[in-house]
């Protein structure tokens, strides 16, 4: 099917959110929220979701909706867009640049396209599953074949033991050649464009992963959950080089 209609509304998505998000980044007096389920919350991550799903309703009624802030509309419609406003908002409301808009389409449950924004930095990440480009310009993975030359994030390297195998984690830090939390979504980022590796994260949201499996697959990236399943309805990543993945999967799942 012909994708180019979504991605350029995708694209203008990504510009107006940034748009929206980039004046509250770094400012002293922004207020951090924590939700009844302790993730912290802003104007920014409600005001550019808020802003996204007008966008929608307005060009495509038909289309579900799933966010982070506002939840589940129009559900079990052929397309739905999946929207994490700010993800990293930790890092956002930090003044840390770590942090992004996820925004995905599915088709019929399945992720067709997705992006990773950057608004303060001005990088926009696409992909379709078979392409993916930073700005326009196509990216690849590393590739990289060894564990011990490789450099790993991960959002946090508490979580791990608390949500999946905790020793086999460490067993992963301790072969790698680096270990940084470069995390959250601009852990992908870099992944798809060659700056890192392996990216893990032992648990996540569906608005978290849907963006991630096109950009990851597009830039010759495995994507999978922990265990090494489908990602599409997964909750946890783990995203590496096509030499590197079987090698991570079986550290964690010793």
């Not at 799903?53 to 307005?58: N, Q, S, T, V, W």
């Not at 086999?168 to 992944?191: E, N, P, Q, S």
Request: hydrophobic content about 45%; charged content about 20%.
């Amino acid at each position: 099917m012909n994708l180019e209609p979504y991605r350029a509304f995708l694209l203008a998505l990504a510009e107006k959110s940034g748009a929206f998000i980039r004046p509250w980044f770094g400012r002293p007096d922004l207020a951090v929220e924590t939700k009844s389920d302790q993730t912290p919350v802003t104007v920014a991550d409600r005001g550019a979701e808020e802003l996204m799903r007008r966008m929608i309703h307005d060009r495509f009624p038909d289309h579900g909706i799933l966010g982070e802030e506002y939840g589940a509309e129009n559900a079990g419609a052929e397309f739905t867009w999946v929207l994490d406003p700010v993800d990293g908002t930790r890092a956002f409301a930090a003044g840390s640049p770590l942090f992004g808009t996820l925004i995905a389409l599915t088709l019929r449950g399945q992720p067709v396209l997705g992006a990773i924004h950057q608004p303060v930095l001005g990088q926009l990440l696409v992909g379709d599953g078979t392409r993916t480009t930073l700005n326009g310009r196509p990216v690849r993975v590393r590739a990289t074949a060894r564990l011990e030359d490789a450099t790993l994030l991960c959002s946090d390297p508490l979580t791990p033991a608390k949500h999946q195998n905790g020793a086999a984690f460490a067993a992963l830090t301790a072969r790698v050649k680096l270990v940084r939390t470069w995390g959250d979504c601009y852990g992908y980022l870099l992944l798809a464009t060659g700056g890192a590796d392996v990216m893990c994260d032992p648990i996540m949201n569906p608005w978290d992963i849907a963006a991630l499996i096109p950009v990851v697959r597009g830039a010759g990236g495995i994507i999978t959950d922990w265990q090494g399943r489908d990602p599409v309805n997964a909750a946890s990543i783990v995203a590496a080089g096509p030499a590197l993945h079987p090698q991570v999967i079986a550290t964690l799942n010793p």
